[in-house]
C-alpha cells in the first residue's frame, strides 16, 4: 500500500443524517482533542493534521463516505472500483427506510459483496426480522460479514473498525505476498522448465516423426484397403504381393489373401481383356485413365486403368502398382443417354418423313380405290391395281409403325387393366407360335391399373413375343410372360428419376432361345435395323415398342445372356383410375345427299376425296387453303352438312378451322384427318366439338364409316 498502507475507506449507508455524522465524528475526530491541546503550548503554533496525529498514535486513518440509500451507495461503490480507490469497511442500516423495499439494506449488501468480494461488510440495525442463516446466505461469506445491534458505544465501533482494517490491510500483504512468492517460484522453475522444453521438444520431434509415419501407414492402408478401387501391387514378374477385397472381387477370389503369389498378368489375360497388360505398362512408368474392357462370357466389365512402375537404378521396373475403378455402370447410363439421345433424333426424323409420305400414300390409295372400282373384275388391270393398293397399305402399315415409334401416332390413353389384354394377346399368338415352343403366363400382381392406349399395348406384346417365338423356331423353348409389381429389391428396376419402383407394373417377356448377339445389342431399337432373313421383318417391330413405352412414361430395359435366352422388361407406371368400359357402335355405311366442304392443302387429296364423295352421291366444294374455306363457310353457313377438314395446313391449322366454323354453327358434323400430330386427342377434339377423327392415308371404306356415323346422329 505504500505511504497509504494505515489510510482506509470507510463506506457508511444510512438513511439518518445524522448516523453518518456519528460514524464521521466516531472514526476521524475521536481522541484527537489532547494531541491538539498539547500542540498548543508548542512553540510551533501549526496545528497537526489528523493523518499526522493518528499515525504518532500508531492508529490507523479511516476516510469515511457518506451514502443515504441503496442507489447512492450502489453509486458510490461502482465509482470506487473504476477509480481503484476500493472500500475497507462498508457501514449498512439494514433498515434503509425504503417503502418499496423492505429490504434495501441487505440488497445492497449483496450489490456491494458482488462488486468487491474482499471488502468487509458491517451491517448495523436496531431491532429486524431477517433470520441470520438468511442473512449469511445472501452475504456470504459469513467470515467477512459482521452485524452490530443500535444504539453501541463508540469504542466498540472504534475497535471493530481498526480490526477489521487490520484483517483487510494482512489479507491484502497476505495476497501480495502470494503472487510475489508465485512469481518467484516461476522464474525460478523457469530454467528448469526451459530445460525440460528442450528435452520434450527433442522427444516431441521424434513421437511427431513416427506419429507421421504411422499416419501414412494408415491413411495408405486405409486407401489400400477401402473398396473404392481395386488396388494390387506386384513384383516385375507379375507375382502379386498385396491387394484389397475389391481385387479380390474383381477377379473372383473369396479374399486378398487367396490372392496373393497369383501372377496378375495370366489373371489379366482369363478375364478377356481386350489388351495385354504387360504391354500396357511397358511404354512408360505410369498410366493414368486407360479404359479397358474385360470379356468374360455375357458378361462385360468397363474399367478405368491407373498404374505406377518402381524404377530401380538400372532403369528396369522393380514393383508394380496399379489401381482399377469399375466404370461399368456410369458406361450403361452413358450408353442409355446415347441410346435416347439417338432415338430421339430418330425418332424427329422418322416422324417428318413419315408425314410425307402419308400425303403420298394418301394420292396412291385413292386413285388405286378409285380405278378397282371401275375396272372389270379378274381383268389384267383388276389384277394390277390391287397389287397396287395391296403394296399401299403395306406402306400405310410402315408408316403407322414408325408414327408409333416417333411417338406422333394417334393414341387415346384410358384407365385399363392389362391381365385380359394379355390374356387376350396370347390366345391370339398361340396360333402363330410353332408348336416346339411352350407360353407360359404369370399374372403375379392384384393391381395392374395404367394409363394406356389398347391398341399399343396389344402392339407390345404381338411384337415381343413373336420375335421371342421366332428365335426359337428351330430349336424349341420354353416363352415365358410375367405380369408382377416392381420391388426396390428386383435385380431390374427402372431408373430412378422416373419414381420409386413400386409406382410401376412390370411386363415381362423371356424365352430360352439362343439371346442376342452382344455385338448387336446396341442396335437392335433402331429402325429398320434387323437380324431376319430378307422379307422376314421391317426392323421397325422393337423401335416401335421403345416408342410405345416412352409414349407412356414407361421404361424399356433389355436383359441378355447369349447361349440362354433374352428378357424384355416393360415397365409401366401404375394408376389409380378405374377402367371404363368400351361400347362400341356399328357404323352401317348410310348413303344420301348432301353437300360436303372438303379442305385440305394438298390438291390431289381434294380431287381424289371429290371423287370419293361424289361417287356416293355427295355434293363436294374443295378448297385448299384453310382461310378460303373459311371464308366460303362464312358466305353460306347453312348450305353445308358436314366438313372434312386436314389438321396440318399453313396460316390455320384443321383445329383451329373448326373451332372458327363451330362458332358460326354449333353442332355442325367436322371430320379432322392428319397424318400425325402430338396435340391431337381424342379428348381434346370432343372438348372442341369434333366429331370424328381418321388418320391419313384416307381409305374410303374408313371415311364413308366415319361420315355415316355422324350423318346418322343429325
Known amino acids: 500500500m505504500g505511504d497509504n498502507a494505515r489510510r482506509f475507506r470507510v463506506l457508511a449507508v444510512d438513511h439518518d443524517e445524522d448516523m453518518l455524522t456519528l460514524y464521521r465524528d466516531i472514526?476521524?475526530?475521536?481522541?484527537?482533542?489532547?494531541?491538539?491541546?498539547?500542540?498548543?503550548?508548542?512553540?510551533?503554533?501549526?496545528?497537526?493534521?489528523?493523518?499526522?496525529?493518528?499515525?504518532?498514535?500508531?492508529?490507523?486513518?479511516?476516510?469515511?463516505?457518506?451514502?443515504?440509500?441503496?442507489?447512492?451507495?450502489?453509486?458510490?461503490?461502482?465509482?470506487?472500483?473504476?477509480?481503484?480507490?476500493?472500500?475497507?469497511?462498508?457501514?449498512?442500516?439494514?433498515?434503509?427506510?425504503?417503502?418499496?423495499?423492505?429490504?434495501a439494506g441487505l440488497e445492497l449488501a449483496a450489490d456491494i459483496r458482488s462488486l468487491d468480494p474482499h471488502i468487509e461488510i458491517v451491517l448495523v440495525s436496531g431491532q429486524h426480522d431477517i433470520p441470520l442463516k438468511t442473512i449469511n446466505k445472501r452475504v456470504p461469506p459469513p467470515e467477512k460479514l459482521l452485524f452490530i445491534q443500535k444504539p453501541f458505544r463508540s469504542p466498540e465501533l472504534k475497535q471493530l473498525a481498526t480490526s477489521l482494517c487490520s484483517k483487510w490491510n494482512a489479507e491484502n500483504r497476505l495476497r501480495d505476498l502470494n503472487e510475489t512468492l508465485t512469481s518467484k517460484v516461476a522464474a525460478r522453475t523457469s530454467d528448469l522448465n526451459a530445460a525440460n522444453r528442450r528435452l520434450r521438444l527433442d522427444i516431441s520431434k521424434r513421437a511427431a516423426v513416427l506419429r507421421e509415419l504411422q499416419a501414412s501407414e494408415q491413411r495408405y492402408r486405409l486407401l489400400f484397403e477401402k473398396d473404392i478401387t481395386g488396388n494390387f501391387a506386384a513384383d516385375r514378374g507379375g507375382l502379386i504381393l498385396d491387394c484389397n477385397q475389391a481385387f479380390a472381387k474383381l477377379f473372383n477370389f473369396s479374399s486378398p489373401q487367396e490372392a496373393l503369389g497369383e501372377n496378375i498378368f495370366i489373371?489379366?489375360?482369363?478375364?478377356?481383356?481386350?489388351?495385354?497388360?504387360?504391354?500396357?505398362?511397358?511404354?512408360?512408368?505410369?498410366?493414368?485413365?486407360?479404359?479397358?474392357?474385360f470379356k468374360k462370357g455375357a458378361i462385360r466389365r468397363h474399367l478405368l486403368l491407373s498404374c505406377d512402375s518402381v524404377i530401380n537404378s538400372a532403369g528396369e521396373v522393380d514393383e508394380l502398382r496399379c489401381y482399377l475403378?469399375?466404370?461399368?455402370?456410369?458406361?450403361?447410363?452413358?450408353?442409355?443417354?446415347?441410346?435416347?439421345?439417338?432415338?430421339?433424333?430418330?425418332?424427329?426424323?422418322?416422324?417428318?418423313?413419315?408425314?410425307?409420305?402419308?400425303?403420298?400414300?394418301?394420292?396412291?390409295?385413292?386413285?388405286?380405290?378409285?380405278?378397282?372400282?371401275?375396272?372389270?373384275?379378274?381383268?389384267?388391270?383388276?389384277?394390277?391395281?390391287?397389287?397396287?393398293?395391296?403394296?399401299?397399305?403395306?406402306?400405310?402399315?410402315?408408316?403407322?409403325?414408325?408414327?408409333?415409334?416417333?411417338?406422333?401416332?394417334?393414341?387415346?390413353?384410358?384407365?385399363?387393366?392389362?391381365?385380359?389384354?394379355?390374356?387376350?394377346?396370347?390366345?391370339?399368338?398361340?396360333?402363330?407360335?410353332?408348336?416346339?415352343?411352350?407360353?407360359?403366363?404369370?399374372?403375379?400382381?392384384?393391381?395392374?391399373?395404367?394409363?394406356?392406349?389398347?391398341?399399343?399395348?396389344?402392339?407390345?406384346?404381338?411384337?415381343?413375343?413373336?420375335?421371342?417365338?421366332?428365335?426359337?423356331?428351330?430349336?424349341?423353348?420354353?416363352?415365358?410372360?410375367?405380369?408382377?409389381?416392381?420391388?426396390?429389391?428386383?435385380?431390374?428396376?427402372?431408373?430412378?428419376?422416373?419414381?420409386?419402383?413400386?409406382?410401376?407394373?412390370?411386363?415381362?417377356?423371356?424365352?430360352?432361345?439362343?439371346?442376342?448377339?452382344?455385338?448387336?445389342?446396341?442396335?437392335?431399337f433402331d429402325p429398320f435395323f434387323t437380324t431376319k432373313k430378307q422379307g422376314e421383318g421391317t426392323g421397325m417391330g422393337l423401335a416401335m415398342v421403345h416408342g410405345i413405352v416412352k409414349r407412356h412414361d414407361g421404361y424399356l430395359e433389355l436383359e441378355n445372356v447369349p447361349g440362354e435366352g433374352a428378357a424384355f422388361h416393360v415397365?409401366?407406371?401404375?394408376?389409380?383410375?378405374?377402367?371404363?368400359?368400351?361400347?362400341?357402335?356399328?357404323?352401317?355405311?348410310?348413303?344420301?345427299?348432301?353437300?360436303?366442304?372438303?379442305?385440305?392443302?394438298?390438291?390431289?387429296?381434294?380431287?381424289?376425296?371429290?371423287?370419293?364423295?361424289?361417287?356416293?352421291?355427295?355434293?363436294?366444294?374443295?378448297?385448299?387453303?384453310?382461310?378460303?374455306?373459311?371464308?366460303?363457310?362464312?358466305?353460306?353457313?347453312?348450305?353445308?352438312?358436314?366438313?372434312?377438314?386436314?389438321?396440318?395446313?399453313?396460316?390455320?391449322?384443321?383445329?383451329?378451322?373448326?373451332?372458327?366454323?363451330?362458332k358460326l354453327r354449333p353442332g355442325l358434323p367436322i371430320i379432322l384427318c392428319t397424318g400425325f400430330s402430338d396435340a391431337v386427342s381424342y379428348d381434346r377434339l370432343r372438348d372442341i366439338g369434333i366429331g370424328d377423327f381418321i388418320m391419313k392415308p384416307m381409305l374410303k371404306q374408313d371415311l364413308m364409316a366415319s361420315i355415316s356415323r355422324l350423318l346418322a346422329k343429325v
Open 27 to 103: 472514526l476521524c475526530f475521536e481522541s484527537e482533542e489532547p494531541s491538539v491541546l498539547k500542540a498548543l503550548f508548542d512553540e510551533d503554533i501549526r496545528l497537526p493534521s489528523r493523518e499526522e496525529i493518528n499515525e504518532d498514535a500508531g492508529r490507523p486513518v479511516f476516510e469515511v463516505v457518506p451514502a443515504t440509500s441503496r442507489s447512492q451507495g450502489a453509486k458510490v461503490m461502482r465509482q470506487a472500483i473504476e477509480l481503484d480507490q476500493p472500500f475497507t469497511i462498508a457501514l449498512i442500516d439494514l433498515d434503509l427506510s425504503d417503502k418499496e423495499n423492505a429490504e
Open 267 to 293: 489373371l489379366w489375360d482369363t478375364m478377356g481383356a481386350d489388351e495385354s497388360l504387360r504391354d500396357l505398362v511397358s511404354g512408360s512408368g505410369r498410366l493414368s485413365n486407360c479404359e479397358v474392357v
Open 325 to 524: 475403378f469399375d466404370i461399368s455402370e456410369p458406361k450403361r447410363l452413358e450408353d442409355q443417354l446415347r441410346q435416347s439421345q439417338k432415338m430421339e433424333a430418330l425418332g424427329t426424323l422418322a416422324g417428318g418423313i413419315a408425314h410425307d409420305f402419308n400425303n403420298i400414300l394418301g394420292v396412291i390409295l385413292g386413285y388405286s380405290e378409285i380405278i378397282e372400282a371401275s375396272a372389270e373384275p379378274d381383268s389384267g388391270l383388276d389384277r394390277r391395281i390391287k397389287e397396287v393398293a395391296r403394296a399401299g397399305r403395306r406402306a400405310r402399315d410402315l408408316v403407322t409403325q414408325i408414327l408409333n415409334f416417333s411417338r406422333q401416332g394417334p393414341q387415346e390413353r384410358h384407365a385399363m387393366t392389362l391381365t385380359p389384354l394379355i390374356k387376350e394377346a396370347l390366345k391370339l399368338l398361340r396360333s402363330s407360335v410353332p408348336s416346339n415352343v411352350e407360353i407360359i403366363s404369370r399374372m403375379e400382381t392384384d393391381f395392374d391399373h395404367v394409363m394406356a392406349d389398347p391398341t399399343q399395348m396389344h402392339q407390345i406384346m404381338l411384337n415381343l413375343c413373336g420375335n421371342a417365338s421366332q428365335a426359337m423356331q428351330e430349336t424349341g423353348g420354353t416363352l415365358t410372360v410375367t405380369l408382377a409389381d416392381v420391388q426396390n429389391a428386383d435385380p431390374v428396376t427402372p431408373p430412378s428419376d422416373l419414381g420409386k419402383p413400386e409406382r410401376f407394373v412390370r411386363l415381362t417377356v423371356s424365352d430360352t432361345g439362343p439371346g442376342i448377339d452382344p455385338d448387336v445389342v446396341g442396335r437392335i
Open 571 to 662: 415397365f409401366l407406371p401404375k394408376s389409380s383410375e378405374i377402367e371404363r368400359t368400351e361400347t362400341d357402335i356399328p357404323a352401317d355405311l348410310v348413303f344420301r345427299e348432301g353437300r360436303i366442304l372438303f379442305v385440305d392443302d394438298e390438291k390431289p387429296l381434294t380431287d381424289i376425296g371429290r371423287e370419293m364423295l361424289e361417287s356416293c352421291g355427295f355434293d363436294v366444294v374443295t378448297r385448299t387453303s384453310s382461310i378460303e374455306a373459311l371464308e366460303a363457310f362464312k358466305f353460306k353457313p347453312n348450305d353445308f352438312d358436314l366438313i372434312i377438314t386436314d389438321q396440318t395446313m399453313p396460316n390455320m391449322t384443321g383445329m383451329e378451322f373448326a373451332r372458327e366454323v363451330l
